[in-house]
């Protein structure tokens, strides 16, 4: 396992993203230089579901990352729709969409009650290329549409790529678009390019990394952050960490639990992973509880302001395009 490449199937919290139905507020500087409308981000968001709804879903990621079929993928997503969980986070790159379509279609609930995302893999970049690409995930998945299409990492021709998901949005195979892996940066380096903003953008988040330079970037133009290793992935450091176990005492709830909660509480969209069924429950059981201003304050105090993977290191993107093939 490489240590950047903690790519898992995720099923999101998507309590946040009852935000993205606010306009998007752009700075002037900004609009008059991409000609991006002030909506964009909100237009890229999927508004159907209710807070509510939003609110239910959490989610749980097998262990192993790129599961083949017959792997855990299958299982851990059933017991997720069945515990309550709505929103389903998948990749090309994690090898699993047919499963996690599988899951969805046998769980008998009804598709436009689940949220599902997927990714587009670096080897599809390009306009031509995406396309294919999000077809190619389509039929993995053995659906009509995906609620979120991510650009699952920021190099090569991410415009082209773009273009074809904004494409494939207005023909309806795809109700929102986003980006994933971006740093401010590389943010500011792709997104001007953009006809339209990302809904979201997923990155490494947890309360050692909690990316807040990112956060007052995004903020400003109301793009969600979807925090995937929300727990660290399992890092017994964060999850023992005494802030953290004192406020498990406190209210009743385990480490992961007062963690995921600070979390959904800053306005973040959590993947939390687990193939576990009873902490695939339990870390839905996050909303019967408010952590106090002080609380937050003092896991707040635990930032780093750095996490496992550097998307600006160099040859980051040579690598993943060498080690991780979808298709020959
Ligand atoms: P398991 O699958 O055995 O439940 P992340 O989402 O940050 O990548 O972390 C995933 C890891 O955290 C998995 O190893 C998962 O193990 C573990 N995990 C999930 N939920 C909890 C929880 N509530 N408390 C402690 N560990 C958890």
New binding site residues.
């Given amino acids: 396992m490489k240590p950047f490449l903690?790519l898992?199937l995720?099923i999101l919290v998507l309590l946040a993203l009852a935000g993205c139905s606010r306009e998007a507020d752009m700075g002037q500087a900004q609009l008059e230089q991409t000609g991006q409308t002030a909506a964009s981000a909100a237009d890229n968001i999927r508004e159907e579901f209710t807070p509510q709804e939003l609110t239910e879903s959490i989610?749980?990621?097998?262990?192993e990352y790129f599961a083949p079929s017959g792997g855990p993928t299958y299982d851990a997503v059933l017991t997720a729709l069945k515990a309550g969980y709505r929103h389903i986070d998948t990749a090309a790159a994690y090898f699993n969409e047919a499963d996690v379509g599988r899951a969805v279609r046998d769980s008998g609930i009804p598709r436009e009650e689940i949220f599902v995302t997927s990714k587009l893999w670096l080897q599809d970049y390009g306009y031509e290329a995406a396309k294919k690409g999000l077809d190619a995930s389509l039929e993995k998945l053995g659906l009509d549409y995906v609620d979120l299409y991510l650009l699952h990492q920021p190099y090569g021709d991410v415009a082209g790529a773009w273009k074809a998901l904004e494409e494939a949005k207005a023909e309806g195979k795809v109700r929102s678009v986003g980006v994933s892996n971006m740093t401010p940066k590389i943010w500011k380096e792709f997104v001007p390019q953009f006809k339209t903003l990302p809904a979201v953008n997923q990155v490494e988040c947890?309360p050692f990394f909690q990316q807040r330079e990112l956060r007052e970037l995004l903020d400003k133009d109301n793009v969600k952050i979807e925090a995937?290793?929300?727990?660290?992935?399992?890092?017994s450091t964060l999850?023992s960490h005494p802030v953290i176990t004192k406020l498990a005492e406190k209210y009743g709830k385990?480490?992961?639990?007062i963690?995921?909660r600070f979390e959904v509480q800053s306005g973040l969209i959590v993947?939390?992973?687990?193939?576990?069924p009873?902490?695939?429950a339990?870390?839905l059981r996050i909303f019967d509880f408010e952590l106090t201003g002080e609380e937050m304050s003092q896991i707040r105090a635990l930032d780093t302001g750095k996490g496992h993977h550097d998307p600006e290191a160099p040859g980051v993107a040579e690598m993943l395009l060498a080690n991780f093939r979808v298709h020959d």
Wanted: glycine share 18%; net charge negative; hydrophobic share 30%.
């Fill in positions: 903690f898992g995720t989610g749980a990621v097998p262990e947890n995937y290793q929300p727990l660290g992935h399992g890092d999850l385990d480490a992961g639990q963690i995921l993947l939390p992973k687990s193939t576990n009873t902490r695939i339990g870390n």
